[in-house]
Nanobody
Framework: QVQLVESGGGLVQAGGSLRLSCAVT????????MAWFRQAPGKEREFVSS????????TDADFVKGRFTISRDNAKNMVYLEMNSLKSEDTAVYYC????????????????????WGQGTQVTVSS
């Protein structure tokens, strides 16, 4: 059974930083394409960033470019989201997701592309 467990969320002031982590167990981590999504109250879940199995190709949503960085450590079965210059509109529950499929640029931002999901971690940015 594949499990994804996020951590690192919390309350931060606008302009601050947080680092989210996601630990993956139950499957060979290096075979999974990983991503972060988020969902704010009253809004649909939206794509944040993704990283392919090798870790050398990342894709970001327009609203995070230059502020967030996704990375992974295949030796530790971990994926991270470094978030800087946080804004109040970044407030959301952040979810880690994994896909067994290969890199497919046209589908990376679709939630249905991902087979496994974590339970989410709350990020609250105060203005």
């Amino acid at each position: 059974q594949v499990q994804l467990v996020e951590s690192g969320g919390g309350l931060v002031q606008a302009g601050g930083s947080l680092r989210l982590s996601c630990a993956v167990t139950g499957r060979t981590f290096s075979t999974l394409l990983m991503a972060w999504f988020r969902q704010a109250p009253g809004k649909e879940r939206e794509f944040v960033s993704s990283i392919i199995q090798r870790g050398d190709i990342t894709t970001d949503a327009d609203f995070v470019k230059g502020r967030f960085t996704i990375s992974r450590d295949n030796a530790k079965n971990m994926v991270y989201l470094e978030m800087n210059s946080l804004k109040s509109e970044d407030t959301a529950v952040y979810y880690c997701a994994g896909s067994v499929d290969s890199y497919f640029p046209g589908r990376l931002k679709e939630a249905a592309f991902y087979n496994y999901w974590g339970q989410g971690t709350q990020v609250t940015v105060s203005s």
